[in-house]
């Protein structure tokens, strides 16, 4: 079947994971910005929200991105897997040509592949 590469989810993964996790904890309200955000972490936001009692935007303030924290990793992995694994998320061998970086605070960054 071959070895896949998972990425950081994309919008329409992030808004189909907070469904789940929305529901599972009761929980409505407006979302946070989850820009570059795993589904651990979408998670997190959501247990934490109910279990505190909070808005889902308050407890996504106690969230730090693994794409924040561990950015360099994970382009490192990218820049492995790119060409040599199978997407997890789209058809096809997964190319690290044009993913979205995160980058340091929050910053994004678009990778020139010419």
């Known amino acids: 079947m071959g070895t896949f590469f ?3 989810p994309s919008a329409e993964e992030r808004k189909a994971i ?3 996790y929305l529901t599972k904890w009761n929980r409505t309200a407006d979302l946070p910005d989850d820009e ?6 979408i998670k997190e936001c959501a247990q934490k929200a ?3 009692k909070m808005s889902l935007k308050e407890s996504a303030g106690y969230i730090v991105p ?3 924290s561990a950015a360099d990793q ?4 990218r820049r492995q897997a790119s060409g040599r ?6 058809p096809g061998v997964f190319t690290a040509d044009s993913v979205q970086t995160v980058i340091g605070a929050g910053r994004r960054a678009f990778r020139d592949t010419k």
Do not use: H
């Not at 570059?36 to 972490?41: F, H, I, L, V, Y």
């Not at 694994?85 to 789209?90: D, E, G, L, P, T």
């Open 18 to 20: 907070w469904n789940i």
């Open 85 to 90: 694994f199978v997407s997890a998320s789209q």
């Open 66 to 68: 693994v794409s924040r």
């Open 74 to 77: 994970i382009e490192s992995l």
């Open 50 to 52: 109910w279990r505190l």
């Open 6 to 8: 998972f990425d950081l």
């Open 36 to 41: 570059g955000w795993t589904g651990a972490e």
